[in-house]
């Protein structure tokens, strides 16, 4: 008798404290939870606090700059034989007395820089004309505005410019997936050539593709006009080829300013017969530009 009473007693703490144990377990997940919603407020309400610092960050930043906006415009000019570039900013505040000044700095290694003036025109409009040489194309450039109201000097970033190569008026791409190269015998030859002109305004003529040997021209034929407008193509194009040779296929074509394009679509190393190598190093030498 007095046993089963202490097993009934052993029955009665255990499932007390297998209940205290499951109400401690609940309470655990239940802290868990508050904790994690605390952390979730905590994340939601720092990054509020992030977008509101941002957000005056910006309007502080916004009421420090005085161009409201900037544009430009290139064009070639042939007699100084460079890219000239018409950059206007709009100014939100100006006066009678406001002068503003173009500077420009190479941004990718290059050395030196300059400025331009810029003149007003009345409505808060200052503009000036920056001459980029096109024997320095993959130059990039940085643009910044010096503005004076009296005795007070603001110097405000307008960004990157680019490059005279990126601003020509007239650019290529190859249709790269319609063109095959074979080399045997001694013999290259590449067909269904395929080019794309983006022209804008500009018109262009002399449209010819060539295969360049060394740097030479081995091989050359009018472009015939392709399926779209400003697209050209021939059919087949060949010159002798030896191991060792590197080979361009390139797109040539020249303005109404007498300036010329050439294009590299595709280039090849000749290492032996039916074996050739891509040469996609060959690009950054391109375009080429000439003058008639």
Sequence with gaps: MEKNRVQMLTLVLCAALLGLDLWQLRQLSDLRNQLGSVETNLQMESRRLDEQVQAVRRDMKSAEELVRSWDYS???????????????????????????????????????????????????????????????????????????????????????????????????????GRTQAEYMKDLFTVYECGAELYTGSSETEGHMFRLRRGGEIAAEQAAEPGDRSDSYFCGKLSAEVRPGDEIALTFFCRDKNGLGYEFLLRSWTAVAERDLWDNSTAWVDWPRLTWE
């Design 74 to 176: 290139p064009s070639v000019n042939p007699e100084k034989r460079c890219l000239d570039v018409e950059v206007s900013a709009m100014l939100k505040e100006w006066g009678e007395d406001t002068a503003a000044e173009l500077l420009w700095i190479r941004e990718n290694g290059g050395e030196g820089g300059g400025s331009v003036p810029l003149s007003g025109d009345g409505t808060g409009t200052f503009a000036g004309t920056l001459e980029l040489p096109l024997d320095e194309l993959w130059t990039d450039y940085g643009l910044y505005t010096v503005i004076r109201n009296g005795e007070t000097r603001h110097r405000q970033s307008l960004g990157l410019l680019g490059s005279a190569g990126e601003l020509l008026p007239v650019q290529c791409t190859s249709q790269a």
